[in-house]
């Protein structure tokens, strides 16, 4: 399977990946722990681009000053210059309203001019989750160097992959028991866990039994499946694909028996939280008067760390008809304490009308989504927070 797609198979491989984009700080912290881990072991890493997502990979935020205020703008995709054409950022837009007039920090006006230059160089490059995935990996090289780079529809295409498919029928029980309870759709009695792709309206549908289908793309399950029993010796997942991932590992006990699922490449789990150095526009506010310190006064008004709503609250039992005066009981109650902090609640209402602005900048300021190449470089920096587990 590794020679099917080009990865060596006498050297370590590790292995990760996400969908097409110019993702945050948390995803590109998997590629640099995998390229630290590659080197020290004398393997490779992998770079695996989920090309069948339906995200718009084109889309690349950015904070800018409209008006003086930060504010989220975005590169966008020009339009395409005919048929066939490549659909990457040819001539990257700063704004998806151009009418809507900004400025670029200066703080990331040389980072964002690098994404443009990365984006705009792989423009030749077969498709856009192709064109963007070896962007990110351009902007990675101060900190990961990727080795390979191989789409999701290239693991679904080889032999290993075809064979699941041919013989999943018995597998089926196993793989629905083993994502109960998860936010995983099982399979219908009909489906098989691949997509099947559509790419002149850009969609997607469940692959069924005996579909003659031109391109197919793993769910998934499968697709760590495939990588961790055939193609990587590590797979590193953010915090989310560590969860989902579970499932995977009981579907493959079950359905092989624990000497496959023993056989599995292992994961890691690493994340990290970094900040673009936007601190200077984010003006003096209120850290108190928040929406969320509103809520809580208004559900709790009674000022006691919430012992009097937690007796209230447990006081709702019994009956149908007990429940219901219990409840009417502590609505009363609360109303009542709402009354007697009217003006507490009042000036807490005002000052965070005052706050708003302020606290929009600091959401923007502190916001951990934008893209990594926009973020604070070192993780070792006071604005940074990574983990590796």
């Not at 673009?276 to 108190?288: K, M, S």
């Not at 709702?316 to 009354?339: D, H, L, Q």
Request: hydrophobic fraction near 50%.
């Amino acid at each position: 399977m590794r020679e099917e797609l080009g990865i060596p198979s006498d050297r370590p491989v590790v292995m990760t990946g996400h969908q097409a984009g110019i993702w945050h700080a948390g995803i590109a912290e998997k590629f640099v722990v995998g390229a630290r881990l590659a080197a020290e072991r004398g393997g490779v890493l992998v770079h695996v681009v989920v090309d069948h997502d339906l995200n718009d990979a084109s889309l690349v935020a950015f904070p800018g000053l409209v008006q003086g205020k930060l504010a989220r703008l975005a590169l966008e995709r020009s339009p395409r210059a005919g048929t066939g054409a490549p659909n990457a950022l040819r001539k990257p837009v700063r704004t998806m309203r151009p009418e809507r007039a900004h400025e670029v920090p200066e703080e990331i006006e040389a980072s964002l001019a690098r994404i443009e230059r990365a984006i705009a160089a792989e423009r030749g490059r077969e498709n856009l989750a192709i064109q963007m995935a070896h962007a990110a990996n351009a902007l990675l090289a101060p900190d990961a160097r990727v080795d390979h780079t191989i789409a999701a529809t290239a693991i679904a295409a080889t032999g290993f992959a075809s064979a699941i498919r041919a013989g999943f029928a018995p597998l089926r029980d196993a793989y629905n028991e083993a994502v109960a309870g998860e936010r995983i759709a099982p399979v219908a009695a009909d489906e098989l866990p691949f997509w099947k792709l559509d790419r002149a309206d850009s969609s997607r549908a469940p692959l069924l039994e005996g579909d003659a289908a031109v391109q197919v793309a793993p769910r998934a399950l499968t697709l760590t499946a495939l990588a961790r029993l055939a193609l990587c010796d590590v797979f590193i997942h953010g915090t989310g694909g560590a969860r989902y991932d579970l499932a995977m590992e009981r579907w493959i006990g079950a359905a092989f028996g624990e000497d496959a699922r023993a056989a599995l490449a292992p994961m890691l789990v690493a994340t990290a939280t970094r900040h673009a150095p936007l601190a200077r526009f984010v003006p003096p506010f209120d850290a108190g008067a928040t929406p969320e310190a509103l809520r809580a006064l208004e559900q709790d008004p009674f000022g006691d760390d919430g012992a009097t709503k937690r007796a209230l609250l447990a006081r709702i039992a019994g009956s149908r008809a007990e429940k219901r005066t219990a409840f009417v009981a502590m609505r009363r109650r609360i109303t009542g304490a709402r009354g007697e902090r009217a003006a507490e609640l009042e000036s807490l209402r005002t000052r965070i009308a005052a706050n708003r602005e302020a606290l929009a900048a600091h959401a923007l300021a502190t916001d951990r989504t934008w893209p990594f190449a926009l973020a604070t470089p070192t993780a070792s920096a006071p604005n940074s927070d990574h983990a590796v587990d």
